[in-house]
């Protein structure tokens, strides 16, 4: 199939565990993006991008898991993930994971080369801005810090919820600061994360937002988490549900109308 | 110092419950990391000039025996000793050795953090010697029996009332201050100081370079308390790490560039020294006898492994002074002398990783540390370096291990793992029970102690694609 | 084994590498720069006006006299509320000779009140003063004075650091301690608060002369 832009790429959508898991609506608002960007969406089965392990020092164990996600990308022209932190894990730390397999070593170079964070490909390869959307409500974003340090992800979700209509976007003095979540670092040290997410909170409160989004589901779950725990009514989304103009469901972690 | 790393979680516990220190914590993150922005975009060379000074440091350990060697005929030349110590018990040795050879009784001394590292003070005091920290922040420490918490502001999670109740229990009447305004504190301090360095009849002091093309050691100080130290006494002795050499003085200056913007923000220091040899025939003033004492204690083990970058580090201290684990439980938590995500890396080095297994797991990872480092190491890199060694060795906790191998097994098997995650959901949602999300859950750990947990999907989104839904 | 040779093999152990000499020599007599920065740079004036401001604002007192003028004049206010003798540099002693027959030039001791150096160079990047030791000059009275004055020429204001090392090289035998001072004395080692005078001087006074180049003598 071709449009005006030349046949349309094939764009792989890893989904991750977390939306897989906890999120599913992440997973269809990303699908639903690139489509509407001009891609034609690929959706694979693993979900684990290994990074588990790989922070954890099971280099082993991460690299069987990469090795499955390299292998059933490698036909796609680019992969996009709907996560800062996975996509980091791909692009940035494939490479040297895999840089001693004989077989996955090049493959594993080729795909980190060609992943993209969800909102840096709308925004920076495809120049896409959403059209029609509408959201009513101040938002405030968390910079997730593997995007933010590893990937340069920063103005780019910012310039597309500039383009929803309705939707007020309000800063928070410490957005690009860790909310604590760090993978099995909230669960190993949940005092010290416990700290930190309040901090995080603190500035989110103070923005005066109503919603808070972020790239990535690890930290939404733990700000929703603790942002209900504090009894605080403020929302959490993934940015893709609101450029997606799929946030009409509850915000993460709210009350669903049908739960079984 | 004894290590208490491997009572790292206990510890930051008491710490994040200690509300004086969080006063004090909370105060490093509104200062230094703020002044530290200023002053880097007054000077828009600086990007280029860590790069060039990243540089200089990974040459200078690519041919570090070299370098030593040129330092050490330097020194020589400029009628100095040099003594190399292949260990923390070598440096003290070496250390006492100079003293007894020339006598001395006391000695004033400088801030150090080689000399925390080799346990210096208790190794004169052993032998006899009275030994005075000259540093404001370490004279404090020094009489409450305390340690550094910070690398460069050693006394950051005291505050005046402490300061005071330390100078009550050990300054005569007639030297206190009227108030614990720090101003007064400080000038206390002073009128006690000065006698001391009168009287040291030896000076130690670290070094921030040591410089190969002279043979001379740099330090910096803003109190001015290393320069009476060194200028003073008739011997001088400089304790600094096999790491500590550059090139030239181009190259220190270069460094120079770097160091006190990425510490406190100030441009430079106040005092800056490069000291080359005992004092010279008709100088008039200066000490007799000029010794540097070259550290190992196991930094050449750094050398050409992965961890060699840390091998640049300048010690500014930006990487806790940013880091939100250092922020939220300070420098003591990390149970030994150097602390944060730099002390993460060195600290196993030193200690042994079985001792010290939680410091380089504690950290989210958020890259903060290597984003504000001047010399570009990749200190979570380096962190990962321990958490394999840590794993491999056995030394993280048997959940950790058996929670990720069950996770890694079952991600391999996709259908076995869809069946899994269905069931987790299917248990979870009924806890829920229609709330969105859990405030207790099996196996959530120490999630929900202060979080809920949002309620997983019915089904998966892999699942639902699959099924054609869009 | 010495501890020097334990420590060298372990050096080359880890690197893998044995002759590396030359790349190392030739990089000592090169000593290629580092990137100057633009604030190290600019015509005379233009530096001048650099240092004074970097200094001022690290809270040194910069003083700039008529030509000609001698230092017990510059000096007079503080001369007149220091007891006892000044201890200064041999290059600067025969201004004071005649009004104030005080100045002395020996090792600072812990009484002393006041002292007058000689800097070698001011460097207009940081507003940093460059004093040396040596003979006739001593480094202790940059150190245990509270009040301690450095006079130092417009000629010798340099633009940065490379600059003032080249000075110290073409000043001759290699000084043991050379010096940068930016500014009094400080601490913010009791809760982060900033307060002059720690151990060093209280006050730095900076006397920027025209013509007066006292080191060079």
């Known amino acids: 199939m071709t449009d005006a832009l030349g046949p349309r790429p094939r764009i792989g959508l890893f989904a991750t565990c977390l939306v897989d898991f906890f999120r599913p609506d992440v997973g269809f608002a990303a699908a639903r993006l690139i489509e509407r960007a001009g891609g034609e969406v690929i959706v694979a089965e693993p979900t684990c991008c290994g990074q588990p392990a790989w922070n954890s020092g099971h280099r082993r164990e991460a690299a069987d898991l990469a090795r499955r996600v390299v292998a059933a990308f490698a036909g796609v022209d680019t992969l996009v993930v709907p996560s800062g932190s996975c996509a980091g894990m791909i692009a940035r730390h494939y490479p040297e994971l895999l840089d001693d397999d004989p077989v996955y070593a090049a493959p594993a170079r080729d795909l980190a080369g060609r992943t993209r964070e969800l909102a840096a490909w709308l925004s920076d390869d495809r120049g896409w801005r959403p059209e029609g959307v509408h959201f009513n409500g101040t938002v405030t974003q968390h910079d997730a810090c593997a995007g933010l340090r590893e990937l340069g992800v920063r103005d780019q979700p910012r310039a597309l919820l500039r383009a929803v209509a309705g939707l007020t976007l309000s800063e928070s003095v410490n957005c690009a600061e860790c909310c604590g979540f760090g993978g099995t670092f909230c669960v190993k040290y949940p005092e010290i994360s416990t700290r930190m997410v309040d901090d995080k909170i603190r500035g989110i409160v103070e923005s005066g937002a109503d919603t808070v989004v972020a790239g990535d589901l690890g930290c939404l779950l733990n700000i929703a988490g603790r942002l209900a725990r504090a009894g605080h009514a403020i929302e959490a989304r993934h940015f893709a549900e609101i450029v997606a103009g799929m946030a009409e469901g509850p915000g993460i972690g709210d009350s669903e109308a049908s739960w079984r | ?470 | 084994m010495s501890d020097r040779e334990t420590v060298l093999q372990r050096i080359r152990q880890r690197l893998k590498v044995s002759e590396r000499a030359g790349a190392v020599d030739e990089r000592l007599q090169q000593r290629p720069l580092g990137p100057v920065p633009a604030r190290a740079c600019g015509d005379a004036a233009t530096l001048r006006e650099r240092f004074v401001e970097r200094a001022e604002a690290a809270s040194a007192e910069v003083r700039q006299p008529p030509r000609g003028e001698p230092l017990p004049t510059t000096l007079a206010d503080l001369v007149a509320g220091a007891d006892g003798e000044i201890v200064t540099d041999e290059a600067l002693r025969a201004e004071w000779r005649g009004g104030a027959g005080r100045a002395v030039c020996r090792r600072a001791r812990p009484e002393d009140a006041l002292a007058v150096s000689a800097a070698l160079c001011g460097v207009a990047e940081t507003g940093t003063l460059v004093l040396a030791s040596g003979p006739g000059r001593p480094i202790t009275a940059a150190f245990l004075p509270p009040v301690h004055v450095a006079a130092v020429d417009a000629a010798d204001i340099v633009g940065g650091y490379e600059a003032a090392w080249e000075r110290v090289r073409a000043a001759g035998a290699w000084p043991r301690a050379v010096t940068w001072i930016t500014g009094p004395s400080r601490s913010a080692d009791i809760e982060q608060t900033l307060n002059l005078g720690a151990h060093g001087p209280l006050r730095l006074i900076i006397v920027l002369r025209n013509g007066q180049e006292a080191f060079r003598e």
């Open chain 2, 1 to 470: 110092m004894e290590v208490t790393s491997a009572q790292f979680r206990a510890s930051a516990r008491r710490a994040l419950g200690d509300e004086r220190l969080q006063t004090a914590l909370a105060s490093i993150q509104k200062g230094f990391p703020g002044k530290r922005a200023t002053a880097l975009e007054a000077l828009p060379e600086f990007a280029a000039t860590s790069d060039h000074v990243t540089a200089v440091r990974d040459h200078v350990n690519a041919h570090l025996d070299v370098y030593l060697e040129r330092f050490e005929a330097q020194v020589q030349a400029a009628g100095g000793q040099v003594h190399w110590a292949a260990d923390a018990d070598a440096a003290g040795r070496t250390i006492v050795d100079i003293c007894r050879r020339a006598g001395a009784r006391s000695v004033g001394k400088g801030k150090s953090m080689a000399s925390e590292e080799v346990g210096l003070n208790e190794a004169l005091a052993a032998a006899g010697l009275q030994v005075t920290e000259t540093d404001l922040g370490e004279y404090i420490l020094q009489l409450r029996g305390d340690h550094p918490s910070h690398i460069i502001a050693p006394a950051i999670h005291l505050r005046r009332d402490d300061v005071d109740t330390a100078f009550a229990g050990h300054h005569d009447a007639g030297v206190r201050s009227s108030s614990s305004e720090p101003a007064e504190l400080q000038a206390e301090a002073r009128r006690v100081l000065r006698e001391r360095f009168a009287s040291a009849d030896v000076g130690i002091t670290g070094a921030n370079m040591l410089i190969a093309e002279s043979g001379s050691s740099c330090i910096v100080t803003n109190e001015g308390n290393a320069d009476l130290s060194q200028h003073l006494p008739r011997v001088h002795i400089v304790i600094a790490g096999i790491d500590k050499v550059v090139p030239t003085f181009e190259d220190a200056s270069a460094l120079l560039r770097l160091l006190a913007r990425s510490a406190t923000g100030q441009e430079i220091t106040v005092y800056t020294t490069f000291s080359t040899g005992p004092a010279r025939p008709d100088d008039s003033d200066g000490p007799a006898e000029y010794h540097v004492v070259l550290l190992d204690n196991g930094r050449s083990e750094l050398l050409g492994g992965s961890l060699e970058a840390m091998l640049r580090c300048i010690r500014c201290g930006a990487c806790m002074n940013h880091c939100p684990v250092y922020g939220a439980v300070g420098g003591h938590a990390y149970g030994w002398v150097y602390p944060g995500p730099m002390g993460a890396v060195l600290t196993p080095q030193m200690v042994g990783i079985e001792r010290s297994a939680d410091l380089p797991n504690a950290s989210t990872f958020c890259g903060r540390c290597a984003e504000v480092c001047p010399v570009q190491i990749p200190l979570p890199e380096l962190m990962r370096h321990w958490r394999e060694r840590a794993a491999e060795q056995g030394v993280e906790s048997a959940m950790v291990r058996y929670g990720l191998r069950t996770w890694a097994a079952l991600a391999r098997r996709p259908r076995l793992y869809r069946r899994c995650a269905r069931l987790a959901a299917g248990c979870l949602r009924l806890l829920a029970r229609g709330r969105g999300r859990l405030t207790r859950a099996p196996l959530a750990l120490g999630w929900t102690q202060s979080r809920d947990l949002p309620a997983p999907a019915r089904r998966g989104f892999i699942e639902r694609w699959q099924a054609g839904e869009r």
